[in-house]
């Protein structure tokens, strides 16, 4: 976080879940892990920010590291008993997602006195009150007034929350076999349909069966905000892949996608072409499927898992999965029995994006039928 000091400054120091950038208005340099800059680095980045060396030494000195955080960011895979109760950060793919309940805000102390107090389950320290009313509304018993007498809660509906069940798995996840979702209930907030990846702030808790659950009261979708290009993205476009011939072309995404891999030239444009295809297009009136289907054939060790698992780790793109290690369930989706929810399978979630299947030919023969069909 920016310190109060930086008000006077032409740049400032900002801490970024990647490491430190120094900042001025809408441009960025870094990420550095430490601010102990050489003499050379930091005229480069003064000539970048358009500020003098001096502006930079004055942000480096003046920067306060924020405090640490009241809220641990984790993985889904990471929660665990010793942070039942904690406030954690989590980022999820939703797999799968209740229609909304309604619940009341307000709990109010049934009291002699006419005049009970409110409740409200969204206040962090009502925590345990409202972790009680979801799943074992026994445990709410009794609550002392403010009057000193002893009342039982009741519910207030002149205002009411959703309450959604949400299944999730980590953003970034190979799916091999049937991988488990964690639930998620949202109260407070609601996410719109069709949302594939959503950011939770809540804490770790039980649920009737002593299960670890997230009972979060925030939730965002992530990447909202859509590129689009500027006109220097587009001069810089033309600059470097406009006046190519193929040849030069090809041996830019060769060295581009999965640089490692020598001599797959064929495979990595294969890859391209996939990627940048469209899902869609209109022809003569008709809309048309436009998405590339992409079969990689060869021997072993010739760098068919290596690019799929470059462009699914390093580009963030799709699904990946095994094909020895999934199932038809893991393909195609499943019933949750516990809140009757569908959990999609690896092509349900990657409707729209691009599904990485490798070891495709040791399918069950039955799966690959039906697959051939879906392509279709």
């Known amino acids: 976080m920016a310190s109060e000091e930086y008000k006077d400054l032409a740049c ?20 550095y892990d430490t601010l102990l800059l050489p003499e050379a680095e930091r005229r480069r980045i003064a000539e970048e ?9 004055k942000a480096l000195l003046s920067y306060v590291p924020s405090k640490e955080p009241n809220v641990i ?10 942070l039942h109760g904690k406030k954690v950060r989590v980022k999820a793919r939703i797999v799968g997602m209740s229609d909304p309940m309604a619940i009341p805000r307000f709990l109010r102390i049934n009291c002699e006195c006419g005049y009970g107090d409110v409740i409200d389950l969204l206040d962090e320290r009502e925590l345990i009150t409202l ?64 949302v594939r990846e959503a950011e939770f702030i809540g804490h770790v808790v039980r649920d009737r069966n002593n299960k670890l659950i997230i009972l979060a ?31 030069e072309l090809i041996h830019i995404i060769d060295r581009s996608i999965c640089p490692e891999i020598v001599g797959r030239p064929e495979a990595k444009l294969a890859a391209a072409l996939t990627l940048h ?20 054939l060869g021997d072993t060790t010739t760098g068919k898992t290596t690019i799929i698992l470059w462009i699914f780790r390093n580009l963030g ?7 020895d290690l999934t199932s038809e369930v893991g ?32 399918l069950p023969a039955s799966i690959l039928e039906s697959l051939r069909e879906v392509i279709r």
Not at 159 to 186: K, Q, S
Not at 317 to 323: D, Q
């Open 12 to 31: 400032r120091i900002e801490e970024r879940p990647n490491g430190l950038y120094v900042v001025r208005g809408d441009k960025a340099v870094g990420p």
């Open 49 to 57: 920010l358009g500020v003098t060396e001096e502006d930079v030494k």
């Open 73 to 82: 960011d984790i993985r889904l895979d990471e929660v665990r008993a010793e």
């Open 131 to 194: 972790r009680h009313y979801l799943f074992d509304r026994k445990k709410l018993g009794r609550r002392l007034c403010s009057c000193g007498r002893i009342g039982r809660l009741v519910e207030q509906e002149n205002e009411m929350l959703d309450c959604t069940i949400i299944h999730g798995l980590d953003v970034a996840y190979e799916r091999f076999g049937e991988t488990r979702p964690l639930r998620i209930y949202l109260v407070g907030a609601r996410l719109p349909r069709g």
């Open 217 to 247: 009261r925030e939730g965002r979708p992530l990447h909202e905000v859509r590129y689009e290009p500027t006109d220097e993205d587009r001069c810089l476009f033309k600059r470097y892949f406009q006046g190519l011939e193929p040849e």
């Open 277 to 296: 295809s469209p899902l869609a297009f209109y022809f003569e009136g008709k809309l048309i499927r436009g998405y590339i289907t992409c079969l990689l």
């Open 317 to 323: 793109l799709g699904f990946f999965g095994r094909g």
């Open 331 to 362: 393909l195609t989706g499943a019933i949750d029995p516990e809140s009757n929810i569908i959990i999609w399978g690896l092509l349900v979630l990657a409707d729209g994006q691009i599904a990485f299947i490798d070891n495709l030919q040791r």
